[in-house]
């Protein structure tokens, strides 16, 4: 063979185990040495179909460490679409079955794809450990006799304004407020802006914590179809808010859970416009927002809010850590009210869990951790997301991210994903079944995978049982 083919046809051969998950996103290539040898080729020749292959953008080159696998979260997989169902609110009635779940996800020892968490491994446990044990004395002795303020520790609420802003201004750094974890914050954001009784608008399908919560507060849940590429629908909601009394919305604009898809930035302005001309509070959970796969971070809904009605929450359960429950909230106009539910509820947040993340934000480690985290997350992503493909029915609808951890799978009408899970954790491996994402029964037929793991043999295994389950049910 001509050697300018042998170069193509190696590079062929690559694409070919790249597909088949031989290679998997962020792995690297074998030196240029070791299949230079393996491959009886020359080093120029594997060089340059090491650079054919980075011409078509399935891998990348890293300074001094050689050629690694990129992950592709693109493709020409049908993806799960918008439901089209009339809005109508509704009691909410998922708690029951959704404790249920959540204790079998927290088991050990089960292969877990329920969970909405990156792998342990990947988290900076030991830097945060360095942090608490460098505690002085004097602080120890502060931190552990004291109440925080009720709005939460002064220099952790400057730094969360300083790495949204680049610096801590004074008002924005007022209207902070420091919860235990997002949903907290959610929760006082709920209880400032709404009532028992109120219709409360959320996605559908949605995050089955947001509707625990309504159903909590007594609220009603009025779902508005969402699409996981397009988010929510803006001529449903409009509809809607024409015909019922709404008082507040609960939205995941980015990353959602359980879907994964985001709103684009244009939609989301024109989501805050819609809602503020009628002063309808949105409370936005952003928990997913600074983990994402390309060049920028997306918009906000906050960031488009000029009348102060986007009470914006979040927290660090899914970059740092869920044990030490820091999250917070800005809750624009709200903030006077949302401080007083703060102080009424518990006084305080926990100080230590907060000087300790206001340590680690100061040292500047957690945007290097952050990069590195959003780029082991995308492969982890690319990774299951290959495997979801190749075990699960053909026919099955992926959801593709371009951030968080989490995929949703739309399976063939006839197979009823509660059912499925029973079987799969008899077998140990527990997913999300679609039905607690929504108040009627919509997403049957939907599950949420979470792909923030490794894809491990054991989970490999996982899913390709999970996909034999499934496939049983189908016929
Ligand atoms: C959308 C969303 N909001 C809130 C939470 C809970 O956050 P926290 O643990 O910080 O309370 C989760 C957890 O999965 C989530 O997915």
């Not at 024409?242 to 939205?251: G, L, P, Q």
């Not at 040292?363 to 990069?371: P, Q, S, T």
């Amino acid at each position: 063979m001509p050697a300018q083919f042998q170069y193509v046809s190696l590079a062929n051969e690559i694409q070919d185990k790249i597909a088949s998950g031989q290679y998997r996103a962020g792995d690297r290539l074998p030196s240029l040495r070791k299949l230079h040898a393996r491959a009886r080729l020359s080093i120029s020749t594997v060089y340059q179909a090491y650079i054919e292959l980075e011409k078509r953008g399935l891998v990348e080159s890293r300074n001094k460490s050689g050629f690694f696998v990129k992950a592709r979260l693109h493709g020409e997989q049908a993806a799960p679409k918008l439901k089209l169902v009339e809005p109508v609110p509704k009691p909410v009635n998922v708690d029951a079955l959704a404790k249920v779940i959540v204790e079998k996800i927290s088991e050990p020892g089960i292969i877990n794809l329920g969970g909405a968490m990156p792998d342990p491994s990947l988290l900076p446990i030991k830097q945060l450990t360095r942090e608490l044990k460098s505690v002085s004395g004097e602080d120890m002795a502060r931190l552990l006799s004291l109440y925080e303020h009720p709005a939460g520790s002064p220099e952790l609420r400057r730094e969360i304004v300083r790495r949204t802003t680049g610096t801590a201004k004074r008002g924005m750094v007022d209207e902070v407020i420091i919860t235990q974890g997002c949903l907290e914050a959610v929760f006082l954001c709920l209880r400032a802006v709404a009532k028992p009784g109120d219709v409360i608008a959320v996605e559908s399908p949605t995050f089955h914590g947001l509707l625990q919560l309504i159903e909590d507060l007594g609220m009603k849940a009025l779902e508005i179809p969402t699409d996981p590429q397009t988010g929510i629908s803006l001529p449903h909601l409009k509809d809607a808010i024409d015909r019922i009394s709404v008082e507040a919305c609960v939205f995941v604009p980015t990353f959602q859970n359980p879907t994964g898809g985001s709103m684009p930035s244009e939609a989301k302005e024109e989501l805050v416009e819609l809602l503020g001309e009628r002063d309808i509070p949105i409370i936005e959970d952003d928990i997913y927002g600074d983990l994402y796969f390309g060049e920028t971070r997306p918009a906000t809904l906050k960031s488009f809010d000029r009348r102060g009605m986007v009470l914006f929450c979040s927290s660090f359960s899914k970059t740092l850590s869920s044990g030490l429950r820091v999250g917070w909230t800005l809750p624009g106009k709200f903030t006077e009210r949302v401080i007083r539910m703060k102080c009424n509820t518990n006084i305080s947040s926990a100080s230590l869990p907060q000087h300790v993340i206001a340590q680690y934000l100061k040292n500047g480690a957690y945007e290097r951790h952050l990069r590195r985290l959003r780029n082991l997350l995308k492969n982890n992503v690319a990774n299951m997301s290959l495997a979801l493909r190749e075990h699960f029915p053909a026919d099955a609808k992926l959801t593709m991210p371009q951030g968080g951890m989490l995929v949703w799978v739309e399976l063939d009408e006839r197979v009823d994903s509660f059912e499925v899970y029973k079987v799969a954790e008899k077998e140990g491996i527990c997913f999300l079944p679609g039905l607690i994402c929504s108040t009627s029964n919509r997403y049957r037929n939907c599950i949420r995978i979470n792909c923030g793991g490794t894809l491990t043999p054991k989970v490999d295994q996982g899913i390709a049982l999970l996909g034999q389950i499934i496939k049983d049910f189908q016929h």
